[in-house]
């Protein structure tokens, strides 16, 4: 079997997929985007398709270690992004070709289903507490939700102040066994961080996300003694390599690579067993389509330290276009109690509807991250 073409699909709302054909008529499919650099990433999946065209689609340890080790320049976003979305269309097509679902090929699942959280609210949620008990209504048995607002590197105590309030109602209106994780989302600089992971403590939560950026890994270690809560961090690290690091320095809790920016299954499943042997947990970060989605199951079935995925249905983001409008087998994704089922069928699972998929590239998407400026004028992070 040869692979004989690559195939980019840039869709609503604001994701790409990618085909892999081969000589035998099985394609795989995967998906690979930088939110907001779709363009970029789409430009990278069709450098690296120059040498990945004419090898056999079975080989994927090689093919991945060329495409990341045979440039000079490696890693980052971009590059391993495209990379992923070939590395889970290449799983695809050899769990299809041996009519078994990934999991299988990677050792066998040791769980039938993960728990899953839904987001809540946008960056500014109004009605927060009626989102939250909503979702719990739905049966999710946990939430997440944005921290805070833009905030400076030194910033008045009011905004700390707010973000607390948000949260203290939000523990009000769902109760006290609900997972609650907040996502500082890199907009909380050092200063800050810890006053606010400090203030947040008595509320319980599940997990605070990105308390700072990882660029900043050096201040965990501040922020982890001002508080009791799990950190969890990764969505912007994209190797093995860049989390050496933060394992080493023990102050992580919960890693979060994602299955399309970090190198796609084979390079998670690495980074999965890396944090297993540091006793940290696993949650895939995963606010993207359902062949990311899939993917990410893959690597939560064989995982003993995953204990909850991060998944897109119904959030924010997806206007326009959800995760199951591009696939014909709306079922795989069974959704019960606050789990989601680990897909059975061959390779991913999903039965991607590619003439839809079709349709909705004809559209595409130019989505962009807002851009956010304090009070005095200058950039704040989004």
């Excluded at 050092?190 to 403590?201: C, Q």
């Excluded at 983001?317 to 069928?345: A, T, W």
């Excluded at 590619?354 to 559209?363: C, F, G, L, S, T």
């Amino acid at each position: 079997m040869k692979i004989t073409k690559l195939t980019t699909f840039i869709v609503p709302p604001r994701w790409m997929f990618v085909k892999v054909e081969t000589d035998e008529g099985l394609s795989g499919w995967g998906e690979a985007v930088v939110e907001g650099r779709a363009l970029t990433v789409e430009a990278a999946v069709h450098e690296l398709a120059d040498y990945i065209v004419g090898k056999d689609p079975m080989l994927i340890e090689d093919h991945w270690n060329v495409l990341y080790r045979g440039g000079f320049y490696r890693g980052g976003a971009v590059h391993m992004s495209a990379l992923a979305g070939i590395d889970q269309a290449l799983w695809d097509i050899k769990g299809r070709a041996l009519g078994q679902p990934i999991h299988a090929l990677l050792g066998g699942q040791c769980r039938d289903k993960i728990k899953v959280y839904s987001w809540i609210g946008g960056d500014r949620p109004a009605d927060i507490a009626r989102n939250a008990r909503e979702a719990v209504a739905r049966g999710f048995k946990a939430i997440k939700l944005n921290g805070s607002e833009e905030m400076q590197i030194v910033d008045t105590h009011d905004k700390i102040d707010r973000a607390v309030a948000t949260i203290a109602t939000v523990r009000e209106a769902i109760g006290p066994h609900i997972g609650i994780g907040v996502d500082f989302h890199g907009r909380v600089h050092r200063p800050m961080a810890k006053v606010l992971a400090k203030e947040l403590d008595p509320y319980k939560l599940l997990f605070i996300e990105e308390p700072v950026l990882s660029e900043h890994k050096e201040a965990l270690k501040e922020i982890a003694n001002h508080c009791s809560t799990p950190i969890a961090l990764g969505e912007r690290l994209y190797s093995r390599w860049d989390f050496k690091g933060v394992l080493a320095d023990g102050y992580v809790d919960i890693l979060q690579p994602d299955l399309s920016h970090a190198g796609g299954i084979s390079e998670c499943r690495k980074i999965a067993t890396m944090a297993e042997a540091y006793d940290v947990a696993l949650a895939p970060h995963c606010p993207l389509g359902p062949i990311a989605l899939a993917a990410c199951l893959q690597v939560d079935a064989v995982s003993y330290n995953a204990f909850i995925q991060e998944q897109s249905l119904g959030i924010h983001y997806n206007q326009g276009n959800d995760i199951l409008d591009y696939i014909s087998n709306k079922e795989v994704f069974h959704y019960e109690d606050g789990f989601v089922s680990i897909p059975q069928g061959p390779g991913l699972g999903v039965d991607v509807n590619e003439d839809y998929v079709i349709e909705r590239a004809r559209e595409g998407h130019r989505w962009r991250n807002p851009v956010w400026r304090h009070e005095d004028g200058s950039l704040a992070e989004w």
